[in-house]
């Protein structure tokens, strides 16, 4: 029990600081951006170079900001930060089924904690809420298939051991980083319910889309886990002999 609760307490803490940088980044962004389109006349041409730049500076808020506590709190915790990681480690039995449910919890009052931290720190208003630009059918696909990319990387750079799984949080934040580039503008790019939810309920606002931002990742991670138990199942260690597999 003592193990499970020091696991809890640092997925709290962890899932607390990933969001709280990569709120504060999103954040900063949003704000310069719309300081900066206040303050001049600005031609077409200028306000999409400044949406470019502004969607790079939260995707790499959000990738850094993963990679960075991923690396602290693997040690503690695993360093998850994402129920539907958590349910990726949990159906590939990498983490125990009694430490699940305490996880998932650390997670979601991590996003509440850190999205609080924001709204009291910074200049309102929030601009940390996703919503979607598209139909919700298209927002649970986009969200979905961005969740596999980063769940099957976990699995692959992290619950898979091999002589690079030191540097798992590397790529874990650059699957994260990519996967924003293509999903802020159209669904926010949750990839995780916790940091859906955090906002949600700091700001009192549930959008009626808000069960995008749990469907479509349960759904990513259980198309990460399906994929990975069947290359498991057919030995992909043995086709590349020269892979770096421990």
Known sequence: LKNHLVATLGEFVGTTMFLFFAF?????ASILSAQVQLS???????TALLG????VYISLSFGFSLMVNVWIFFRISGGLFNPAVTLALLLTRAIP????????LAQLAGGIAASALVLA??????YVNTSLSTSEVKGVFIEGFLTAELVFTILMLAKEKHKATFMAPVGIGLALFIAE???VQWTGGSLNPARSF???VVTGSFKSEHWVYWVGPIAGSLIAVSFYVIIKGLEYEMVNPGQDAD
């Not at 089924?97 to 998932?104: I, K, S, T």
């Open 24 to 28: 504060a980044g999103t954040q900063a």
């Open 40 to 46: 001049t006349d600005s031609t077409d041409a200028a």
């Open 52 to 55: 470019i730049q502004k969607l």
């Open 97 to 104: 089924p009694l430490r699940a449910p305490f996880l998932l």
């Open 121 to 126: 720190l910074f200049p309102a208003p929030t």
């Open 181 to 183: 580039l293509v999903g």
């Open 198 to 200: 955090g906002p949600a």
